[in-house]
């Protein structure tokens, strides 16, 4: 098999996955499991072998059914893919590692979590506008379906917000994508770069096409004020699914921006047009202002981190609008950074949920006496998104700032160091809730269970309710070991995605 | 003879280790360390200097030229004798030892052969008598608070002038000194006038002085024999050594002033110690005077002065102290008719007593003269000048005159006024011993100036060397001497009647006291409210601005000051607190209110610490 | 001059980091627990130490970790002023553990695992602080030393302790957004933040004022540790902590990582022949003037020994910057001034640790051992126990006693 066939192989071992995965229930109940285990793993080791050729030896390419481009649908993996590609595969399996015994534990469960990893890869690795919009669509419905899976009906009601907003999203996509294909009459993204080109940067169909586009992808994104939808999914969705969401959907639609507004419209594009640039850097500054600010203002915790992923995507889309190789490096290590860094804390809420029952930050109080693993790994985690160095949030913001130094964009610089503070304003409450206070009296996991207002499937199974599995403690440790380590690999990273990126540029 | 050792390091050493001795043997050692100290520096060649590096400056530790010589001799006599009366009047070792240090760190400023080291040892001279001060207690401790303050004050100046003269010099040295600056004094026009005052602190300028009375009645009785002696005369020393070639007339003229006003405030006073720390300004002021003049007649003058006024009020504060000691009064009102009761102790009163007041025959007369003879002889006229005597040589001679009238009044109504109910006992063997060994110097000096003339940095029979030459006994001199004791008595007797009446004469301090403590209240609280208002302004913004962002439109109640950026929506109950430790270290000693404690006027505001007594 | 490639700093610094793990693991067994504390305080030293020999030869130990983010190496440097503030912080790291051990248990205190914890991160990234051989590696140890010490100031678990914490974290990492603006900028202008004697070369020929900009973030940013008013609010509050840390921590470590901050950013980052060049070490003296005759007059209505400790420490610290700052002013002027202020305002940083952790200790050992209802009378203790009294008294102007004084 040769390599670029990988690259068609990453988007359909998923869907296989969840084929099997769903199949699996006629012969046995409760099997999705090691099937979406079995295929994550696999999926995985595919993905990196993919990135580290991509890494070495350039980009790869893969031509569906043989029809050559600019006709058919082309694969491209390149240094960028790559990240996100491992990415979605290592947190994938990340979550299922934590899901074994925090649920919900359904074969459908899994079908559509596999699911959700093919839309996610797919869309990082297609080079063809329109196979975007299917996998964003596929990544939509699956991500609505596992918001819903929680057994409440605040579930519902969130899947039922984040459908019909997604929806709008999704079709303001669309729409952006029929206005290009009129444009110029091709849907393969360097061949639109071409054409697009060559009608002029200011013609008005090209700038519907990029406001469409770029608009419906920040409601995916979730930029202020299209963010709506976020905190009640994030909020609503039962804890694993919450992980899995809020580390990779916003990511990967962020990836997508990226890679629309500079595969397909390009720098020139923006430098032609004031208002494109000003749509994302307005975007950008009231992003990081206004959902940090909204994120002090929450009392639930998975509410709160929510808002903080509003105000650090409003951190890559800054770094998309200043566009330069510095810059965009800092968006690719920011991007796996808040993945690994917000899906643990969800998952980490998640645990503290299981042991304690906390879920509003007056809950917390003294939550070190009661989960000190929990406790601890939100601490670091904290601590990380936050910015301190050496950790990879740190590492993100240096990059994206350089950038915008460089570019001499003092106000976004201004915000983006500033955010700093914003960010230690939200997590800076919980922190001194779980480690300098008193634990409050009147808080029992047990009591919470009993309501029935834990999020799993409802479906407890043999297991003991009060205790988080091994799993569950690993998935959360490593992503703070991670954290703080992958600080460290930032540069020699940033080396080799440096290639790429001036591709991306030129 | 090498002058590797600095005479400081033997003293400072005992000091050190005297707390540690027993009473007999600590003080024997001191004793020995502060005799050693004359004949070394007597003995150690003009010249020889021990170069070092302080601070990584160029400094000399032991510079030995005349004027050193002269200070090192008196402060090592005067040292042993006063650690010998220290031992004969119950002092403790560790007051002995603070003395010592004082003493060391005073022989540290007379032979420092640049000014960092002077002014190194000049502010632990400060610290050191503050601890000799304090160690006594009670009234001495607000004293010494007093005394610490206008001192610190001092040595600042001081030290401002020195830091002038470094930036335009590059160098700490002194002048005479080897590899020292071309220009000998303070280079610059500020550094001089900064060091005067500085130095004036120490010396006790008009309006500057009122430590002196504040301070040195307050202490062990054997404490004040060493305070009368080293921070003034260090003070002379470093006047001189500000102003060293052409003096200056307005310090001249200050040395003057404090000459007349100090005899005058003694006259009124009846504390014994308060009337005797009075003529230490009035004395004073003759040695500044002549370090003002600057010729070498005055400057050896005050020198002389600096010599003999330390043996006679050495003497005079231990007589005063034995009648302490013996009576436990303080006040002259209280006692009289001692001289029946402690021969030796009026004895030696008498012997210093004309020496102050400079009687033909003792040693007073011989310096004072000196000093009074460069006025007239180097010294123009000067404002109201009358009949041939220069405006500052009629000073001189009125503050002789009130000097006179202090001391007959001191000494007839301790010794010779009335008659003492019950039996006294006179000074008992040390302090005897003591006070016979600097009245014998007294009269020594007095008879056999040519002795004296020995130790002084210019010879003053020398044509060559002054302007005038000094002869001590010519049949003006004396007739000035017994004019200004008749002139005295018949004052006494004139005053008597009405200064009985006097009760207490207001000083500076009076005012200043309270103005300062005004002030510095205004000050602080001013300073302390407008910063905790600037804080409060500031958390109450963050805190409100949390609050807007937490709950946009909702009323907010006012709360309590403090930064409480949380405003919970219900108030949770608190587990009960596990250890009573924990509500124990919180009450006492941790800042319980908010950005600032303001509630309370500290010590520092509390007047007591402005007010005698 | 030669650098010797070691991994001694690195040592140096991570020993206490390293320690935090077996002093969590062994919390049930108290005696050991501060069995590793006393350990890795004396490797510490021991480590730094070894290194002076070097420093006085003017080699310098360093460390090489390969590069960190673009333009910055991840390098540790000890050179001589670094070894100076981490010998200071080892030093006294070692004093102050024992007296830390007796604090604590003396007062029952609750959760000193995490405390001798925190403690060991604190002066790991003091050391660290010390060693960084760039703004990017100063600005990490700085900002993990806000994060170590935070738990300490919290300690207590009141109100006021958690007020006092917060307010620590908003001026310390206000503070160091401040530093990373302003390191932004210089990497901006001069592509390097590595510190350079006498300055990075291409500071110099950029822009005047955004270098301007950038000496005033960095120093605004600095300045919070160091407590330049008006940036020293959380010093005082942060007196609420144990003794030991108000000691070591707010009197040595972080403060002086702030006043070391300022010291390289004048001396290494913008040389101050530059600094005299922009005119702004004038503007940073009078700052660190006004500072100290502020601070000390506040001081002086502090009742409460340890806020007046502190107030003290505000206004001690601006001696520091001000030798500095008078330094930077001075350059362009006569030549040996500038060398005289800087060597004063740096021999001020030992000077400073030793007087002020003196003081702290004898005011923590008074509290330790009053009852609760002798708080407001000071001079039960003063009898109780004259000879820490005495020892307390020394190092400062000898009227500070009065009050307490017998008899007074």
């Known amino acids: 098999m040769a390599v670029s066939d990988l690259a068609a192989l990453v988007v359909a071992l998923p869907i296989f996955g969840s084929l099997v995965a769903f199949l699996a229930a006629l012969v046995r109940s409760k099997s999705g499991w090691p099937v979406a285990v079995a295929a994550t793993a696999a999926q995985l080791a595919v993905t990196v072998t993919l990135a580290v050729r991509a890494f070495g030896e350039g980009t790869i390419t893969y031509v569906v059914g043989g029809f050559e481009a600019p006709y058919g649908i082309e694969l491209v993996v390149d240094g960028l893919t790559g990240t996100m590609l491992v990415l979605i595969a290592a947190v994938s399996l990340g979550v299922l590692a934590y899901a074994r015994r925090a649920g919900p534990r359904s074969n459908p469960f899994y079908a559509v979590f596999m699911l959700l990893v093919a839309g996610l890869t797919g869309m990082s690795v297609t080079a063809d506008l329109f196979n975007m919009y299917v996998f964003l669509e596929i990544t939509g419905l699956s991500a609505y379906a596992l918001v819903a899976s929680g057994d409440r009906g605040r579930s519902a009601v969130a899947a039922l917000k984040y459908l019909l907003v997604g929806t709008v999203g999704a079709s303001l996509f669309l729409l952006g994508v029929g206005y290009a294909y009129i444009d110029t009459g091709t849907l393969n993204m360097a061949d639109l770069a071409v054409k697009l080109a060559a009608n002029g940067y200011t013609a008005t169909l090209t700038q519907t096409a990029f406001a469409l586009i770029v608009v419906g992808l920040f409601i995916k994104v979730a930029v202020f004020p299209l963010h709506t939808w976020q905190p009640d999914a994030y909020a609503g969705a039962p804890d694993t699914v919450s992980g899995l969401i809020s580390a990779l959907v916003s990511t990967v639609a962020a990836y997508a921006l990226l890679r629309v507004v500079f595969t397909v419209f390009g720098t020139a594009f923006l430098d032609a047009n004031p208002f494109a640039h000003a749509l994302l850097v307005g975007g950008a500054i009231i992003s990081i202002l206004l959902g940090s600010l909204l994120a002090v203002s929450q009392s639930e915790v998975k509410r709160m981190l929510a808002y903080s992923s509003v105000s650090q995507f409003g951190l890559i889309v800054a770094a998309i609008s200043i566009g330069n190789v510095t810059a965009l490096t800092g968006a690719a290590v920011h991007l796996v950074g808040h993945a690994i860094m917000k899906g643990g804390l969800f998952l980490t809420a998640g645990l503290v949920a299981t042991e304690t029952g906390a879920r509003s930050v007056d809950e917390y109080e003294g939550l070190v006496k009661r989960s000190p693993v929990g406790a601890g790994v939100f601490g670091v985690l904290a601590v990380a998104m936050v910015g301190v160095p050496p950790t990879i949030g740190f590492a993100g913001k240096w990059y994206i700032a350089v950038g915008a130094a460089e570019a001499g964009s003092w106000t976004l610089l201004a915000v983006i160091v500033g955010s700093t503070l914003l960010t230690l304003a939200y997590f800076a409450r919980l922190v001194e809730r779980m480690f300098f206070r008193e634990p409050t009296a009147d808080l029992e996991p047990a009591v919470e269970r009993a309501d029935g207002a834990l999020p799993d499937g409802g479906d407890l199974g043999g297991s003991d309710p009060g205790s988080a599995s091994l799993g569950m403690y690993a998935a959360v440790v490593a992503a703070a070991v991670l954290a703080v380590a992958l600080g460290f690999a930032v540069f020699g990273y940033g080396d080799v995605l440096q290639s790429t990126i001036e591709a991306l540029l030129s | ?613 | 001059m030669t650098d010797i490639t070691s991994l001694r700093p690195l040592a140096a610094v991570l020993v206490s980091a390293v320690a935090v793990v077996p002093i969590l693991a062994s919390y049930r067994r108290p005696n050991l627990r501060e069995g590793w504390t006393v350990l890795a305080a004396v490797c510490k030293l021991g480590l730094v130490a070894s290194m002076v020999p070097a420093a006085l030869r003017g080699d310098v130990y360093v460390t090489k970790l390969g590069p960190f983010v673009p333009y910055i190496d991840l390098t540790l440097r000890a050179d001589a002023l670094g070894l100076l503030f981490a010998l200071v912080a080892s030093t006294l790291w070692l004093v102050t553990s024992f007296y830390s051990i007796g604090y604590m248990r003396g007062l029952d205190e609750h959760s000193q695992t995490r405390y001798f914890a925190a403690f060991a991160g604190s002066v790991s990234s003091a050391v660290g602080v010390a060693f960084a051989s760039n703004l990017v590696v100063l600005y990490l140890f700085y900002e993990l030393l806000t994060v170590a010490t935070y738990p300490l100031v919290a300690h207590d678990e009141t109100d006021e302790a958690r007020a006092a914490g917060r307010k620590y974290l908003a001026y310390t990492f206000g503070g160091g957004v401040a530093v990373l603006g302003g390191t932004l900028l210089v990497v901006h202008l001069a592509g390097t933040t590595a510190f350079t004697a006498g300055g990075i070369a291409g500071l110099a020929n950029s822009d005047p004022t955004l270098a301007r900009v950038a000496f005033a973030l960095l120093v605004t940013g600095f300045g919070v540790k160091a407590a330049l008013m008006p940036l020293h609010s959380w010093l005082p509050d942060a007196m609420v902590a144990p003794t030991p840390v108000s000691g070591l921590l707010h009197a040595v470590a972080v403060v002086k990582s702030g006043v070391f901050g300022v010291a390289r950013v004048l001396l290494d980052v913008f040389g101050i022949d530059l600094v005299a060049e922009l005119g702004v070490g004038g503007v940073l003296a009078a700052v660190a003037a006004f500072t100290l005759l502020t601070a000390s007059v506040i001081a002086l209505r502090q009742d409460n020994l340890k806020r007046r400790l502190a107030f003290s420490t505000v206004s001690q610290l601006s001696y520091i910057v001000l030798g500095i700052a008078v330094g930077g002013a001075a350059a362009l002027g006569t030549g040996d001034a500038a060398k005289w202020a800087l060597i004063g305002g740096l021999l001020h940083i030992p000077a400073h640790a030793f007087m002020k952790l003196t003081l702290f200790f004898c005011a923590g050992a008074s509290t330790s051992r009053l009852t609760p209802t002798t708080s407001r009378t000071w001079p039960a203790s003063a009898s109780a126990c004259p000879s820490r009294w005495a020892r307390s008294q020394s190092p400062q102007p000898a009227w500070r006693a009065s009050r307490w004084s017998p008899g007074s």
């Not at chain 2, 090192?72 to 006599?77: A, Q, S, Y």
């Not at chain 2, 001279?125 to 009234?139: D, K, P």
């Not at chain 2, 006097?502 to 000083?507: A, L």
């Not at chain 2, 807007?548 to 907010?556: D, H, M, N, Q, Y």
């Open chain 2, 1 to 613: 003879m090498d002058a590797l050792v600095p005479p400081f390091l033997p003293v400072l050493l005992a000091a050190v280790v005297l707390p540690f001795l027993g009473r007999r043997a600590g003080h024997a050692l001191g004793v020995l360390a502060t005799a050693a100290v004359v004949p070394y520096v007597w003995l150690v060649a003009e010249g020889a200097h021990l170069p070092v590096s302080l601070f990584g400056f160029d400094a000399v530790l032991f510079n030995v030229d005349p004027f050193s010589t002269l200070m090192g001799v008196i402060f090592g006599f005067i040292g042993a004798v006063g650690v010998l009366y220290s031992y004969a009047s119950d002092a403790d070792n560790l007051q002995t030892a603070f003395a010592l240090g004082y003493v060391g760190t005073s022989l540290g400023a007379v032979f420092g052969g640049d000014w960092l080291s002077l002014v190194f040892f000049w502010e632990l001279m400060a610290v050191t008598s503050t601890l000799l001060v304090w160690h006594y207690g009670g009234r001495a401790v607000r004293a010494g608070f007093r005394y610490a303050v206008l001192h610190g004050i001092g040595g600042t100046l001081f030290l401002g002038a020195i830091v002038w003269h470094f930036a335009e010099t590059g160098t700490f040295l002194f002048g005479s000194v080897p590899g020292g600056p071309e220009s000998v004094g303070l280079a610059g026009s500020v550094a001089p006038v900064l060091a005067g005052l500085g130095v004036g602190v120490n010396v006790g300028f008009i309006g500057l002085h009122a430590w002196l009375p504040d301070t040195y009645p307050r202490p062990h009785i054997a404490a004040s024999v060493f305070l009368c002696v080293f921070t003034t005369k260090t003070g002379v020393y470093g006047m001189y050594r500000v102003f060293p070639a052409d003096g200056n007339v307005a310090v001249a003229y200050m040395g003057g002033a404090m000459a007349v006003f100090g005899a005058v405030m003694a006259l009124f006073q009846n504390d014994m110690r308060r009337l005797l720390s009075y003529h230490i300004q009035s004395q004073v002021g003759y040695m500044v005077a002549g370090v003002g003049i600057g010729s070498a007649l005055a400057q050896a003058g005050a020198f002389a002065h600096v010599f003999n006024h330390i043996l006679y009020k050495g003497l005079l504060f231990m007589t005063a102290g034995v009648v302490i000691y013996r009576t436990g009064e303080e006040s002259l009102k209280k006692v009289g008719g001692l001289a029946r009761e402690m021969p030796i102790t009026a004895g030696a009163f008498t012997v210093a007593a004309l020496s102050i007041a400079g009687f033909p025959g003792f040693n007073g007369f011989v310096s004072k003269g000196i000093v009074i003879s460069a006025s007239h002889y180097d010294f123009g006229y000067g404002p109201f000048s009358v009949a041939g005597y220069t405006s500052l040589e009629i000073l001189l001679l009125v503050g002789g005159v009130g000097t006179f009238m202090s001391f007959i009044k001191f000494g007839y109504y301790a010794f010779f006024h009335g008659s003492y109910d019950g039996t006294v006992k006179d000074a008992n063997r040390g302090q005897a011993v003591g006070m016979v060994a600097v009245a014998a110097l007294c009269v020594l000096y007095g008879l056999a100036p040519d002795a004296l003339f020995a130790v002084l940095p210019f010879d003053v029979t020398s044509e060559a060397v002054v302007s005038h030459v000094y002869h001590t006994y010519t049949v003006d001199h004396i007739l000035e001497g017994v004019v200004l004791a008749v002139a005295g008595l018949v004052g006494f007797a004139l005053v008597k009647r009405p200064l009985s009446g006097v009760k207490y004469v207001p000083d500076v301090d009076d005012v200043y006291n309270p103005l300062t403590f005004r002030a510095t209240r205004v000050l602080v609280v001013g300073v302390t409210e407008l910063y905790a208002a600037v804080d409060r302004l500031v958390v109450r913004a963050a805190t409100d601005s949390v609050a807007v962002v937490r709950a946009p439109g909702a009323p907010r109640p006012r709360r309590r000051r403090g930064p409480r950026l949380a405003a919970r929506g219900h108030q949770r109950q608190h587990l009960p607190r596990r250890r009573d430790a924990r509500n124990r270290r919180r009450r006492d000693g941790h800042p319980l209110s908010g950005p600032d404690e303001s509630g309370s006027v500290s010590f520092y505001c509390r007047r007591k610490y402005f007010r005698h007594g």
